[in-house]
């Protein structure tokens, strides 16, 4: 009698640690929504950021190296997160215009936030993208656009625009269609200029 108690002690405490372990850590899958549209990335490296869309290779890769991650169920404490360690890298994900948005960052260390909180990682590894997008995105006034939302004959419109002296820029009254937002003043032409 004495050695089968012994056996369900032992199953029992067995069970119970196990189950715990699957308690502290988790996969992102049950935060990831089920249909993915689009997700937008910024890159930050201080002191530089840079922001642009995934396509849809980038999308599927990205899609399966986060629903691969293993966080921890536990939040880091407060002197563990990235904020308190200088340099490391950091992606910000957008997914599907909110969504679902989350950090991961590389401080030395690896660590995801979402839903207000950083959690360490139990296989880290960087996103399956490319850092390097200054290529990807143009700015004008202060917003950004995404090379592939524009027209050959915008962008070379910016390459002239942006060759201007700053009082040149503000002799110019009319600006290509797909650079014209409701905040902006004047009229659209997309031959302005040239």
Same mark, same amino acid.
Request: proline share 4%; aromatic share 10%; net charge negative.
């Given at each position: ?56 290779? @980038?999308?599927?890769?990205?899609? *399966? $190296?986060?629903?691969? =991650?293993?966080? !921890? ?79 050959? @004959?915008?962008?070379?419109?910016? *390459? $002239?625009?942006?060759? =201007?002296?700053? !009082? ?27």
């Amino acid at each position: 009698m004495k050695k089968r108690t012994v056996i369900i002690l032992t199953l029992t405490i067995a069970l119970l640690f196990g189950g715990c372990k699957h308690q502290a850590e988790t996969s992102m899958s049950a935060l990831f929504p089920s249909e993915i549209n689009s997700i937008e990335v910024t890159f930050d490296m201080y002191p530089s950021e840079t922001t642009r869309a995934l396509n849809i290779d @980038e999308i599927t890769a990205v899609t *399966e $190296w986060v629903l691969a =991650l293993e966080m !921890e169920q536990a939040p880091l404490d407060e002197t563990e997160t990235p904020s308190n360690y200088a340099g490391g890298v950091a992606w910000h994900f957008n997914v599907n215009s909110g969504d679902l948005t989350f950090s991961y960052a590389d401080y030395d260390e690896s660590a995801i936030f979402i839903n207000d909180e950083w959690y360490a990682l139990k296989n880290p590894s960087n996103p399956p993208i490319e850092e390097s997008t200054e290529d990807e995105v143009v700015e004008f006034h202060g917003q950004l656009f995404h090379k592939s939302d524009l027209t050959e @004959e915008t962008l070379e419109w910016l *390459e $002239w625009y942006n060759s =201007l002296s700053r !009082e040149e820029q503000l002799a110019v009254s009319s600006i290509p269609a797909d650079l014209y937002t409701s905040d902006d003043a004047g009229t659209s032409d997309s031959d302005a200029g040239e």
